[in-house]
C-alpha cells in the first residue's frame, strides 16, 4: 500500500495568511494526488485533482503543486470559511490511501 | 446535479453483517466512465477507501477489508449497495457513498455520509 504523510497534523492560521499543507507519498505517484476539504459535520469535499487542477467552482485561492512524492497544498489568503480538516489521496493505485489530515483553525 | 443518498441501519450487532444502499440521482449509474465508491470514517479519524464497482459490475476492494466485503450494484433501481460481514466495534464509523470519475481518477460527489455503530 502507498503511504500518504502529511503535515503539520493541525495549525492555527490568522485571516489572510498564507497556507501551506504538505502531502509525501511512500513512493512516486506522479501528479496522481488529489486535496479534499471536510468541514465538520460534512462530507469531504474535492478542491484540487491531478496535484493541480483546480476542480469547478472552488475559489482560486487554493492551489496545488507536486509530482512524483512530495506536494503541496496552498492557501493564498486565508478566510474563516476556510476552518476545516484537509486531507490529500493518491490515486495511482488501489488501495486509494489518504493521508491523515490537517487540522485548519483560525487564529 | 448529481446526488448521492446513502441509507441503512444505524445500528448493527457484532458478528453480523453491515449492509447499506446508495441511491443516485441527477444521472444515471449505468452511463459514463464513473466507478461507485464506499469510504468510511471512524468517529474523529481520518479516511479509508473501502472499495468500488463499476457499472459492469466489476469490483476492487481494500485488501485489509476484502474477505468481508461484497459490493453490488443494481443499475435498475440506480443504486449500488455495501455488505460487510462479521463486524466487530471498529466497524463503528460513518460510511459515504461517493462517484469516483474514471478519467480524472476523483472521487468528485459524495452522500453525506451515515453513522453505523457497531454494539450489542
Known amino acids: 500500500d502507498i503511504q500518504m504523510t502529511q503535515s503539520p497534523s493541525s495549525l492555527s492560521a490568522s485571516v489572510g495568511d498564507r497556507v501551506t499543507i504538505t502531502c509525501r507519498a511512500s513512493?512516486?505517484?506522479?501528479?496522481?494526488l488529489n486535496w479534499f476539504q471536510q468541514k465538520p459535520g460534512k462530507a469531504p469535499k474535492l478542491l484540487i485533482f491531478a496535484a493541480s487542477s483546480l476542480q469547478s467552482g472552488v475559489s482560486s485561492r487554493f492551489s496545488g503543486s507536486g509530482s512524483g512524492t512530495d506536494f503541496t497544498l496552498t492557501i493564498s489568503s486565508l478566510q474563516p470559511e476556510d476552518l476545516a480538516t484537509y486531507y490529500c489521496?493518491?490515486?495511482?493505485?488501489?488501495?486509494?490511501?489518504f493521508g491523515q489530515g490537517t487540522r485548519l483553525e483560525i487564529k | 446535479q448529481v446526488q448521492l443518498q446513502e441509507s441503512g441501519p444505524g445500528l448493527v450487532k457484532p458478528s453480523q453483517t453491515l449492509s447499506l444502499t446508495c441511491t443516485v440521482s441527477?444521472?444515471?449509474?449505468?452511463?459514463?466512465?464513473?466507478?461507485w465508491s464506499w469510504i468510511r470514517q471512524p468517529p474523529g479519524k481520518g479516511l479509508e477507501w473501502i472499495g468500488y464497482?463499476?457499472?459492469?459490475?466489476?469490483?476492487f476492494y481494500n485488501p485489509a477489508l476484502k474477505s468481508r466485503i461484497i459490493i453490488s450494484i443494481d443499475t435498475s433501481k440506480n443504486q449500488f449497495s455495501l455488505k460487510l460481514s462479521s463486524v466487530t466495534a471498529a466497524d463503528t464509523a460513518l460510511y459515504y457513498c461517493?462517484?469516483?470519475?474514471?478519467?480524472?481518477?476523483?472521487?468528485?460527489?459524495w452522500g453525506q455520509g451515515t453513522l453505523v455503530t457497531v454494539s450489542s
Open positions: 489521496q493518491q490515486s495511482y493505485s488501489t488501495p486509494l490511501t
Open positions: 441527477g444521472g444515471s449509474i449505468s452511463s459514463g466512465d464513473y466507478y
Open positions: 461517493a462517484r469516483r470519475d474514471g478519467q480524472q481518477l476523483v472521487h468528485d460527489y
Open positions: 464497482i463499476y457499472r459492469s459490475g466489476s469490483s
Open positions: 513512493q512516486s505517484i506522479s501528479t496522481y
